[in-house]
C-alpha cells in the first residue's frame, strides 16, 4: 500500500505544478500518515515508516521538483521526539548509521533546525554528564565491545558534537584515558596484595589491608573510575609495591627471601 502511495507522491512532484492542489494533497498527507506517527517515524529501518520512504524518494527526484517532499520531511522531523535514552542507545550502546539520530545528524534532507539543536544538546549533556562524573567500567565494557563499523560510527557522531561545542578532546580521548586508569589502578592493587601476601602476612593489620582492597576492587567495578583511590594507610608502600611486582613469581627470590627471612627468625 504505502509503495503505490509513494509511487503516486513520485508522479505528482514530477508532473504536477498546480499549487492549491499540492498544499492540498500535502495537508491531506500529513494528517493521514504522519500525524500520530511519532514514534514510528524513528524507526529508520522500517518500511512501513512514512519517514524511510521520503527520504528515499529525496534522493531521486531533482531538486527543482522535490520542494513538497521537503515540506514533507520537515513536517516528519517536527513530530519526532528523540529522548535521553534513545539517543544514548543509537550514539553509545549501539551505534549505527540506521537509526533516526544518525539521520537528524547527518542527512542533509532531515535538516529541521529544532530537532537537529535538539539532538546535539542532549549528546552534549551526555558528553558533560561523562566528563563532570566520571566514566564507569560498564561504560568503558560498552566502548570497548564496539565492532569496527561501530567504533567508526561512535567517532563520527561524537566529533560532530565536539566540533559544534569547540571541545579540545575527543571522547574517544576520554574513554581510552579512563580504560588506562582502570589498568593503572588494577595493577597497583595487585602489586599491593602480592607484597602484602608475600612480606606482610604476619603483619597485625593485615587483615584489615586486604579487606580494604577487597572494598577498592568493588568500588572500581560500581564507581567511576577515576574516583576510586588506593586505600589512605597502603599509599605509602605504592612506589615499593611496584617495584617488589616483578619478583613475587621469581623462584630464585623467593627461595633467597625465604633463607633470609628463616635466618633473621633465628
Request: proline letters at 2%.
Amino acid at each position: 500500500m504505502l509503495d503505490v502511495m509513494f509511487q503516486i507522491l513520485l508522479d505528482i512532484c514530477t508532473k504536477i505544478k498546480n499549487e492549491l492542489f499540492l498544499h492540498s494533497y500535502e495537508k491531506q498527507f500529513i494528517d493521514d500518515l504522519l500525524v500520530n506517527n511519532g514514534n514510528k517515524l524513528k524507526s529508520m529501518e522500517d518500511q512501513t515508516n512514512p519517514l524511510y520512504h521520503l527520504l528515499e524518494l529525496s534522493k531521486l527526484v531533482d531538486p527543482t521538483h522535490n520542494r513538497l517532499i521537503s515540506n514533507l520531511i520537515t513536517a516528519c522531523a517536527k513530530l519526532i521526539r528523540l529522548n535521553n535514552e534513545e539517543i544514548r542507545y543509537e550514539t553509545f550502546l549501539h551505534p549505527s548509521k540506521r537509526t533516526c539520530t544518525y539521520a537528524v545528524l547527518f542527512d542533509q534532507h532531515l535538516n529541521d533546525f529544532n530537532l537537529f539543536q535538539g539532538t546535539l544538546y542532549q549528546l552534549h549533556s551526555l558528553w558533560d554528564h561523562w566528563s563532570q562524573s566520571g566514566l564507569r567500567l560498564d561504560d568503558i565494557d560498552v566502548w570497548k565491545g564496539h565492532s569496527s563499523d561501530e567504533q567508526t560510527i561512535f567517532n563520527k557522531i561524537w566529533e560532530k558534537v565536539r566540533t559544534h561545542f569547540k571541545k579540545e578532546e575527543s571522547v574517544d580521548t576520554m574513554f581510552k584515558r579512563a580504560d588506562l586508569e582502570f589498568s593503572e589502578k588494577t595493577l597497583i592493587r595487585q602489586a599491593i596484595i602480592s607484597i602484602l601476601e608475600i612480606y606482610c602476612d604476619k603483619a597485625i593489620d593485615y587483615s584489615l589491608a586486604k579487606s580494604s582492597l577487597r572494598d577498592m576492587l568493588q568500588e572500581l567495578y560500581e564507581k567511576p573510575i577515576r574516583s576510586v583511590e588506593i586505600p589512605n594507610f597502603l599509599q605509602s608502600i605504592e612506589s615499593i609495591a611496584l617495584k617488589l611486582k616483578p619478583f613475587s613469581t621469581l623462584k630464585v627470590w623467593l627461595n633467597y627471601y625465604s633463607r633470609s627471612f628463616l635466618k633473621i627468625g633465628k
